[in-house]
């Protein structure tokens, strides 16, 4: 079992950054991919990033690519996500999510998820 616990949300302007983190506890002596989903209201999870247990590939959905970066610090047992040139679209509940195949985790079924940090952009 593993445990993601995230923190780092909040209300920003479009155009603005924010950097949301997130601490896994349990089993975590296990090679996770790791990485974010979000929920907007009214729509289903969708996949944002992932990254591979050693650092060496990382994911991004399409509408975050070039704007999103993925990091993880494995001694720390965290991952972040650093959202820059943020917009109204990606106002969403995120999610932090693990899980040994990087694929589940990219179709948005991954093995362990958190409770979700609200991140609201809007003037």
């Known amino acids: 079992q593993v445990q993601l616990v995230e923190s780092g949300g909040g209300l920003v302007q479009p155009g603005e950054s924010l950097r949301l983190s997130c601490t896994a506890s349990g089993n975590t002596r296990r090679a996770y991919t790791m990485g974010w989903l979000r929920q907007a209201p009214g729509q289903a999870r969708e996949f944002v990033a992932a990254?591979?247990?050693?650092?060496?590939?990382?994911y991004y959905a399409e509408p975050v690519k070039g704007r999103f970066t993925i990091s993880r610090d494995n001694s720390k047992n965290e991952v972040y996500l650093q959202m820059s040139n943020l917009k109204s679209e990606d106002t969403a509940v995120y999610y932090c999510?693990?899980?040994?195949?990087?694929?589940?985790?990219?179709?948005?079924?991954?093995?362990?998820w958190g409770q979700g940090t609200q991140v609201t952009v809007s003037s």
């Open positions: 990254q591979t247990w050693d650092g060496g590939v990382r």
């Open positions: 999510a693990a899980d040994v195949v990087s694929d589940d985790l990219r179709n948005g079924r991954p093995d362990y």
